[in-house]
């Protein structure tokens, strides 16, 4: 089944943190089965606090979202994600 990344930014707080995230995530990506769908798009709020950017990215499964989050590629780059920005983050499983 199907399973989502969802990233929300709601502000940031070091670009240069952000920047050297944005240059280490793609590399992250190598080996995973990954489907970006929205990447920091338009976005209107129509509920809750203002969101700065969003990201969502489509995983075959559950268990492969896991997979690339938990990598110690992407958990060194979370590093830089952490620093230079706040976020609610989370891995959902769709419907298919």
Do not use: N
Not at 33 to 46: F, M, N, S, W
Not at 50 to 63: E, K, L, M, N
């Amino acid at each position: 089944m199907t399973a989502y990344f969802v990233a929300v930014r709601t502000a940031i707080k070091d670009a240069d943190a952000m920047q050297t995230y944005g240059e280490m995530v793609p590399p992250t990506m190598a080996g995973h089965a990954i489907t970006p769908l929205a990447v920091y798009g338009k976005v209107r709020a129509t509920d809750g606090p203002a969101t700065d950017g969003a990201v969502i990215i489509a995983f075959p499964s559950f268990a492969e979202a896991e997979a690339w989050y938990d990598s110690p590629a992407y958990q060194e780059a979370l590093a830089y994600r952490l620093k230079g920005a706040d976020y609610q983050t989370f891995i959902i499983e769709g419907v298919d």
